[in-house]
């Protein structure tokens, strides 16, 4: 039997409600955050105090993972994109993770069905633009200019 290789362990700043710490466990083992967050907020309520101490030492030991931004660096690029009228693209690079029990990190299938086939759609939209160009007497014109 194959097992699973997991990544490196970071804290996750952009899902994170404090420092990312929960978020950056929850992306390690493949849970949801609320899981991660629940399991900790228990452990102190129990009488695990040390639970903030771990907490705090996440905090400082482990890295921001790569290519995350924080909520401040979010609202600024997202400020810098309307000013400039900069459009990002509709469509992500990241795959969709569909989960099986409630615990584990994904989506829904029913969701999951849904952005799948959102996606779908815009590539169409994207192919039938391209179709268009590609049929129309503009690109040959400019493909006969070019063999010039």
């Known amino acids: 039997m194959k097992q699973k290789r997991r990544g490196e362990l970071y804290r996750n700043s952009s899902q994170?409600?404090?420092?990312?710490?929960?978020?950056?466990?929850?992306?390690?083992?493949?849970?949801?955050?609320?899981?991660?967050?629940?399991?900790?907020?228990?452990?102190?309520?129990?009488?695990?105090?040390?639970?903030?101490?771990?907490?705090?030492?996440?905090?400082?030991?482990?890295?921001?993972?790569?290519?995350?931004?924080n909520k401040k660096e979010q609202k600024a690029q997202s400020q810098y994109a309307a000013q400039t009228n900069h459009v990002e693209p509709e469509l992500s690079s990241e795959s969709i993770k569909v989960k099986s029990r409630i615990w584990q990190a994904g989506e829904p299938p029913k969701q999951a069905f849904h952005d799948i086939r959102n996606k779908f759609k815009s590539l169409e939209r994207e192919v039938r633009v391209m179709e268009r160009y590609v049929t129309s007497p503009e690109f040959t014109v400019s493909r006969e200019i070019n063999k010039l």
């Open 16 to 69: 994170g409600k404090i420092a990312g710490v929960c978020a950056g466990l929850a992306d390690y083992f493949g849970w949801e955050t609320w899981l991660v967050r629940i399991l900790v907020v228990s452990g102190v309520l129990l009488g695990m105090g040390w639970f903030i101490v771990i907490y705090i030492a996440g905090w400082f030991i482990l890295d921001k993972k790569p290519g995350t931004l």
